[in-house]
């Protein structure tokens, strides 16, 4: 019998693997991970609904896809503090 959540599964480990490449860019990283999330909790119930077990594939995609949202999360908290710490004022430096 197919799985039929495989491929959403397969395509939450591919969202994954780019939300955790992603995660240091401004948030684009966490909306690749949420996709990811979203996608694997569907394919492990469509895996459920069919008597099936879960799949390593989806589990993995999740995985990474929670790993892409803190990550990327973090990075774009940071982003935004030193923004508004008014970053570094490079006029007062002399170059001569």
Partial sequence: ????????????LILGIIGVITAWTFGIGTLFGIVAIILAIMS??????AGLKKSGVAIFGLILGILAVVSGSGCLICTLCSC????TDYSSYAYY
Wanted: charged share 20%.
């Fill in 44 to 49: 492990f119930n469509a895996s459920q609904a």
């Fill in 84 to 87: 508004a710490a008014g970053g």
């Fill in 1 to 12: 019998m197919e799985d039929p959540g495989k491929t959403k599964g397969v395509v939450a």
